[in-house]
């Protein structure tokens, strides 16, 4: 996976395809140069052929916000990597806190999720974070390693080689509310060294995310265990998202 700083577009389920082509045709002439960053976008299932149509022959990498681990069968509203593949994704989102929080996804499902994705080498984003109440009990990491457990339990070195981790503090998703840059930097250290205790595959790239917009995101890719930025609400915004590229590329 490249050295450079990934700017993740999560689009949630924003955009049908029209819309979703149109976001995509506006923000694809600030990618054409970039060379210390890289763009992806993740839109919602049924924006993804629209969107693939736009990014077609450019560095740009096309996503799905979830992955099923298995090629096909009664999986009644699930898609596969096969499926994604076809469409033009390259990676997918796993764990994101509303699939764990509102959909009630364990971490053993979004493990099953994880490695059945990584094994067909498809690249993953495998978000992990704490709730409010974790952080002010001091359980963050204790709530990380938990999540990270019955990936890293099965995870080899070539599967690890398609992972990116992204932290995402749960109360700081869509909140407007930021993590400190100390509380990121000691997170991310965190995650490191339990991964580096815990395994004996490279720790992958951390990206962070919650409220990254055009205001904190150079001070958060400064951060030293920051690989990049799982970016929601402004990787919507027709203002926002050009200057958050920006910042990134300076
Ligand atoms: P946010 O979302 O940037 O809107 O907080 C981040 C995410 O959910 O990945």
């Known amino acids: 996976m490249s050295n450079k700083k ?3 577009g999560n689009w949630k389920m924003n955009l049908g395809p029209s ?32 969107v693939a149509e736009v990014v077609r022959n450019s560095a740009v990498r096309l996503g799905a916000q979830n992955v099923h681990w298995t090629e096909s069968g009664a999986f009644t509203g699930e898609v596969s990597v096969s499926m994604l593949r076809e469409c033009g994704c390259s990676y997918a989102i796993t764990g994101h806190s509303e699939r764990r929080h509102v959909f009630a996804e364990t971490s053993g499902l979004v493990a099953q999720r994880t490695l059945g994705a990584l094994a067909l080498n498809f690249d993953v984003i495998l978000c992990v974070g704490e709730k409010l109440t974790d952080r002010e009990s001091g359980k963050t990491l204790e709530v990380i390693k938990d999540q990270l457990a019955p990936v890293l339990k099965d995870l080899t070195p070539s599967l690890a080689s398609h992972l990116i ?5 749960v109360w700081a998703i869509g909140t ?41 995101v150079g001070a958060i890719l400064k ?26 590329e300076k």
């Open 6 to 8: 990934l700017l993740v």
């Open 176 to 216: 407007g509310k930021v993590a400190s840059i100390q509380d990121i930097e000691q997170t991310h250290r965190g995650i490191i060294d339990h991964w580096k205790q815990s395994s004996t595959t490279p720790c992958p790239p951390i990206l962070y995310g919650g409220s990254v917009d055009q205001d904190n």
């Open 165 to 169: 981790l992204a932290y995402e503090p």
């Open 223 to 248: 951060v030293e265990g920051v690989g990049g930025c799982l970016i929601g609400g402004a990787s919507i915004h027709p203002e926002k998202f050009p200057k958050i590229v920006a910042i990134a």
């Open 19 to 50: 819309r979703a082509k149109e976001l995509a045709a506006t923000f694809l002439p600030l990618t054409r140069t970039l060379t210390r960053c890289e763009v992806w976008f993740t839109p919602p299932f049924t924006s993804i052929n629209a």
